[in-house]
């Protein structure tokens, strides 16, 4: 029976956190084998999934969502094939639960153990991504947490077959059904009911819009484990390599221009402008890259249009690129540190010191020497999946896989001893 319909918020939430007992006292084995029969149901399921994501869809576009908000609404066979393997690859990583971090003996003989355990519940808040559904919920149960999902209402059908899904695989293993619960209401008083179950939930993580993260930290009581939004940059060097940074400009890009981690405004220096302005127009046509710049970026880049100041922090989601010509790097730095976001930031350049100086003046959860911010994700850094991109300095930075889901307890043994 599913569990979807049948249980207030608050019973959830009690659910889940009875469902966080018994999950840590399963084995690796029984997370692992709970996850694999989970995956495979999720391929065989497909046809079920797309036919309530095409319910999504529907009302998507009758709502006139914009196309990077399609794009995230939208799933395929391959998207949702490569979430059922995510999980796989989730079940192949090591374990981030009861691991000596480290141990010590007192004087007095007292032995103290620093260990790895669960979080306990997490409550997700997240908005049109289906696949949050699948990758926040395989995170969750490997490494131990019970976890409760409310999906924003634009995705409330593919989430419920998903979940449904989810819990008809579950009933066949020995992670309980319970540790995984969907809040199917669409009502905003369910989210800011979340906001202060303290008492149930052990931490909160918002993943979405500015708005969305924003009023999560703004008037949550309990624990805010905050993602941020990706006003991305990167920074072209005078030394940097013609065909290297527009690989890397393109790839960041365009392809999947409605992530967080796609750049936003690319910044170059003058020098290189003036030597490769053509090739860089022609590249930027080619890609269908809209571009708005500064003075300068609008007398040389035909069609551009002059970049306002809310340009310079604007998270696009699509083709539109903001530029920006300057000096040196110094400029660059300073120019991220007043619009970026701490999310990822890249330097192209072939000056080792350059780069160098670049990576330890920029504050970002992530930074790049000639690559692409598109790598700024838990799947393409090995983590499997990952439950959201951290752009705060507590308890966990960057892309968060399995270690970010746990936290620390202190064993001490002892034979008698008193203070």
């Excluded at 939208?74 to 995510?86: C, N, P, S």
């Excluded at 796609?262 to 571009?291: C, G, M, P, Y």
Aim: charged share 25%; with cysteine.
């Amino acid at each position: 029976m599913s569990l979807l319909k049948t249980k207030t918020i608050k019973e959830q939430a009690i659910e889940a956190k009875k469902a966080a007992k018994k999950l840590n006292f399963l084995t690796t084995e029984e997370k692992n084998e709970g996850l694999y029969i989970v995956a495979d149901k999720l391929e065989a399921e497909h046809e079920r999934i797309l036919r309530a994501n095409q319910k999504d869809l529907l009302a998507g576009r009758k709502a006139e969502y914009d196309e990077a908000f399609m794009d995230r609404l939208l799933l395929t066979k391959q998207r949702i094939y490569d979430f059922a393997e995510g999980l796989r690859q989730v079940a192949h990583l090591e374990d981030p639960v009861g691991k000596t971090i480290s141990n010590w003996t007192l004087e007095n003989g007292l032995e103290v153990t620093k260990l790895t355990v669960p979080l306990g519940v997490i409550g997700m808040i997240y908005e049109a991504r289906p696949n949050v559904t699948v990758d926040a919920t395989g995170l969750a149960l490997k490494s131990g947490n019970a976890i409760v999902l409310k999906g924003g209402s634009s995705a409330i059908h593919t989430n419920m077959a998903i979940v449904d899904v989810i819990h008809e695989a579950l009933e066949s293993t020995k992670i309980p059904k319970e540790a995984v619960q969907f809040i199917s209401s669409t009502d905003r008083k369910a989210t800011q009911q979340l906001f202060t179950m303290k008492e149930h939930i052990d931490v909160l993580i918002p993943r979405g819009g500015a708005s969305l993260i924003q009023s999560v930290v703004e008037n949550a009581t309990v624990p805010v484990l905050e993602t941020g939004v990706g006003n991305c940059h990167i920074y072209i060097d005078s030394e940097a390599d013609v065909a290297k940074a527009l690989s890397i400009l393109v790839n960041a890009k365009t392809d999947r221009p409605a992530v967080c981690n796609a750049v936003e405004t690319v910044i170059v220096h003058e020098d290189w402008f003036v030597r490769n302005k053509q090739v860089l127009i022609e590249t930027l046509e080619r890609n269908s890259i809209s571009v708005h710049g500064d003075e300068r970026t609008v007398s040389t880049i035909p069609d551009a249009i002059p970049a306002r100041e809310e340009d310079w922090a604007t998270e696009y989601l699509s083709l539109h690129l903001a530029m920006k010509i300057v000096s040196n790097a110094e400029e660059a730095i300073k120019h991220i540190e007043r619009y970026g976001t701490k999310h990822s930031e890249a330097i192209v350049t072939e000056n080792k010191d350059k780069a160098a100086l670049f990576m330890k003046s920029v504050d970002a959860s992530a930074l790049y020497h000639n690559a692409s911010t598109r790598f700024t994700d838990g799947g393409a850094l090995g983590f499997g999946a990952e439950i959201g991109i951290s752009t705060q300095k507590l308890h966990a930075r960057g892309p968060m896989g399995l270690p970010a889901l746990t936290t620390v307890k202190f064993l001490m043994n002892g034979n008698g001893q008193v203070r």
